[in-house]
């Protein structure tokens, strides 16, 4: 993924950039997200669901534990 992946992300954290593209892409252009409403966060943790008990419901995961 490399550079695009990057260039995309540089380009996403815009949040007025992000709001137009979900609000276009989810809710076919009405403003229901507001960019003033956004921040950014840490995209290294991720949050997954596995397992088949409660104790095992939820697991962070990182690549990074030091947040900028």
């Given at each position: 993924?490399?550079?695009?992946?990057t260039?995309?992300?540089?380009?996403?954290?815009?949040?007025q950039?992000?709001?137009?593209?979900?609000?276009?892409?989810?809710?076919?252009?009405?403003?229901?997200?507001?960019?003033?409403?956004?921040?950014?966060?840490?995209?290294?943790?991720?949050?997954?669901?596995?397992?088949k008990?409660?104790?095992?419901?939820?697991?962070?995961?990182?690549?990074?534990?030091?947040?900028?």
């Amino acid at each position: 993924m490399g550079k695009k992946d990057t260039l995309t992300k540089d380009y996403m954290k815009n949040a007025q950039v992000f709001a137009d593209a979900f609000n276009h892409l989810i809710y076919q252009g009405k403003k229901k997200i507001n960019p003033e409403m956004l921040h950014t966060v840490d995209t290294t943790a991720l949050s997954v669901l596995y397992g088949k008990d409660e104790k095992e419901r939820f697991r962070i995961q990182s690549r990074n534990t030091e947040m900028n």
